[in-house]
Nanobody
Framework: QVQLVESGGGLVQAGGSLRLSCAASGGTFSRSAMGWFRQAPGKEREFVAAINWRGSSTYYADAVKGRFTISRDNAKNTVYLQMNSLKPEDTAVYYC???????????????WGQGTQVTVSS
């Protein structure tokens, strides 16, 4: 059973930065694609970024492209999301997930973390 634990969320002013981490255990992390999603109050969970198992390929939602960077360290079983130039509309609970491929839909992901809150003040 794969377990994912996110950390690094918090309150930041617009224009600021945060780095989220997602530590995985209990599965073949190094052979799995990983994704970050987010969910704002009253909205559906949406895709943010994904990375392949090698870390050689990444994909981003248009809303975060150029501001967020996804990366992974397979030796530490950890995936990261560096978030720069944050905007109030980035406020959401951020979730990491283990997936079959670098998909943008939640149905392609098998395991999810509990989420970490990111709040960006204007």
């Amino acid at each position: 059973q794969v377990q994912l634990v996110e950390s690094g969320g918090g309150l930041v002013q617009a224009g600021g930065s945060l780095r989220l981490s997602c530590a995985a255990s209990g599965g073949t992390f190094s052979r799995s694609a990983m994704g970050w999603f987010r969910q704002a109050p009253g909205k559906e969970r949406e895709f943010v970024a994904a990375i392949n198992w090698r870390g050689s390929s990444t994909y981003y939602a248009d809303a975060v492209k150029g501001r967020f960077t996804i990366s992974r360290d397979n030796a530490k079983n950890t995936v990261y999301l560096q978030m720069n130039s944050l905007k109030p509309e980035d406020t959401a609970v951020y979730y990491c997930a283990v997936g079959k491929s670098m998909a943008i839909t939640t149905s392609w992901y098998d395991y999810w973390g509990q989420g970490t809150q990111v709040t960006v003040s204007s």
